[in-house]
């Protein structure tokens, strides 16, 4: 092997790769602690819960976090609906967040937001939050999907969330959502250095949409790797795919499909 592209493969081992749990949310209802068992046996290093996980007790985050810690697996960050960014929503988060030992808080979606002016009310919220956690030693941030890429009054909301909070907060990358409405995912790690923190690797295929494995779709992958880890601040990845009735199983195939790009 060259030694630039040996280089590049040492390079790409040191970013640690997990999953989203709503990839195997079937099987996490029916079993927690089993579940997550399962995708640290299979060889995932991270996982990110998503929303339900608000409603565990201290107790039961207790329990998630010894699991995590026996099999070797960590929690970076959650995965969330708008109840964690209330008041009485965000402190019972950052109580969750802090006995899991996640440092990022993300918002999964804004819910329904109305024109530019909402968005950008969505930025002073995200704002605020990033506020209320920085001294904690946690973080905030938004997960894009389909609607923030298209134009509301000739705007991206991407755009406005981008240039209307502070530095810090993540703009974690939906990959699947952004390469089916046609836009570029390279060139927006490249225009917000640093911001790109974790990325959600969804694939996406003409013709067969959300139905594809990582690494079978759309989504030029080699390059995206090289921008995250050049430029983005990528700290971990989240493998993500929605669609398959055999969810571990298809967790499986999904992280034997990284391993062949990240050689």
């Not at 990528?234 to 790009?261: F, G, H, T």
Request: aromatic share 10%; with cysteine; charged share 25%.
């Amino acid at each position: 092997m060259p030694f630039a592209a040996a280089a590049a493969a040492a390079f790409f081992k040191e970013v640690p790769v997990g999953l989203e749990l709503y990839s195997v949310r079937t099987e996490l209802a029916k079993d927690l602690m089993g579940t997550v068992s399962a995708v640290a046996k299979i060889g995932y290093q991270v996982v990110e819960f998503y929303a339900p996980y608000l409603d565990w007790t201290s107790a039961t985050a207790k329990e998630v976090r010894k699991l995590l810690d026996d099999r070797g697996i960590k929690c970076l960050s959650t995965h969330n609906n708008s109840a964690s960014f209330t008041d009485e929503g965000l402190k019972k988060a950052i109580e969750l967040n802090q006995i899991l030992g996640s440092k990022y808080i993300i918002m999964a979606s804004a819910g329904s937001v109305s024109g530019i002016d909402g968005w950008r009310a969505v930025g002073e919220r995200l704002t605020a939050v990033a506020d209320t956690l920085r001294p904690l030693g946690l973080f905030t941030g938004f997960h894009n999907h389909q609607p923030e890429w298209r134009p509301v009054d000739g705007k991206r909301p991407m755009d406005v969330l981008a240039s209307s909070t502070p530095k810090d907060v993540v703009l974690q990358l939906d990959v699947g959502t952004c390469v089916e409405v046609g836009e570029d995912p390279v060139a927006w790690i490249n225009r917000n250095p640093g911001r790109i923190r974790s990325i959600h690797c969804k694939d996406w295929a003409a013709g067969r949409g959300y139905a594809v494995a990582f690494g079978e779709g759309d989504a030029p992958w080699k390059r995206i790797f090289d921008a995250a880890e050049t430029t983005g601040g990528v700290e971990y990845y989240l493998i993500e795919q929605e669609e398959s009735p055999d969810q571990l199983q298809m967790a499986e195939r999904c992280l034997a499909n990284w391993k062949k790009l990240r050689a």
